[in-house]
T-cell receptor, first 116, second 113 residues
Framework: AQSVAQPEDQVNVAEGNPLTVKCTYSVSGNPYLFWYVQYPNRGLQFLLKYITGDNLVKGSYGFEAEFNKSQTSFHLKKPSALVSDSALYFCAVRVENTGTASKLTFGTGTRLQVTL | DGGITQSPKYLFRKEGQNVTLSCEQNLNHDAMYWYRQDPGQGLRLIYYSQIVNDFQKGDIAEGYSVSREKKESFPLTVTSAQKNPTAFYLC????????????FGQGTRLTVV
């Protein structure tokens, strides 16, 4: 079974400082990894994904994530946080299946709080 | 504009009633998904469908039912058998076996009164 762990319920960072939101995964096979952001009472918005190739992927709003196969991690990063980045962040994993629709499994989410 | 539309945004259910949540997409995606979101538990998969007239149970299917009669539509019924239905429900769609991301609707908040 595939799973995703986000070990921090909340991350607090001051505006202008770098931020990291952690994610580790467990799958059988090669993973496809995704980060989404959710604002209150809204759906999820896609930020970025890792499929193959370069381990450092860049996404929307200045976010990037680093895929580390040996550590089975896919941490989300941003060099300089903004107050408007405050939201709930979800990491997700999918494994390519040949026979059926591949399930997208989510972590429990990390709340990012950026303060002035 | 292409996207996924969920309705209603807010829904109130009396105990013992069935209610149906609507999800419509015009992205021409074959796969559609229903997730339930509870505080601190992330998103849990209820049902998913790869193609019209086909669907599979997810991790928490008990007390829910779905249909997929049209490619664009994947309604979710919350039955009276679901003992704790109060939650935020999210519908998503994607290419079923592709490497692309899933697209989400804006959600329906269901409350039992």
């Amino acid at each position: 079974a595939q799973s995703v762990a986000q070990p921090e319920d909340q991350v607090n960072v001051a505006e202008g400082n770098p931020l990291t939101v952690k994610c580790t995964y467990s799958v059988s096979g090669n993973p496809y990894l995704f980060w989404y952001v959710q604002y209150p009472n809204r759906g999820l918005q896609f930020l970025l994904k890792y499929i193959t190739g370069d381990n450092l992927v860049k996404g929307s709003y200045g976010f990037e994530a680093e895929f580390n196969k040996s550590q089975t991690s896919f941490h989300l990063k941003k060099p300089s946080a903004l107050v408007s980045d405050s939201a709930l962040y979800f990491c997700a994993v999918r494994v390519e299946n040949t026979g059926t629709a591949s399930k997208l499994t989510f972590g429990t989410g990390t709340r990012l709080q950026v303060t002035l | 504009d292409g996207g996924i539309t969920q309705s209603p945004k807010y829904l109130f259910r009396k105990e013992g009633q069935n209610v149906t949540l609507s999800c419509e997409q015009n992205l021409n995606h074959d796969a559609m998904y229903w997730y339930r979101q509870d505080p601190g538990q992330g998103l849990r998969l209820i049902y998913y469908s790869q193609i019209v007239n086909d669907f599979q149970k997810g991790d928490i299917a008990e007390g829910y039912s779905v249909s997929r009669e049209k490619k664009e539509s994947f309604p979710l019924t919350v039955t009276s058998a679901q003992k704790n239905p109060t939650a935020f429900y999210l519908c998503a769609s994607s290419i079923p076996r592709g490497r692309t991301e899933a697209f989400f609707g804006q959600g329906t908040r269901l409350t039992v009164v």
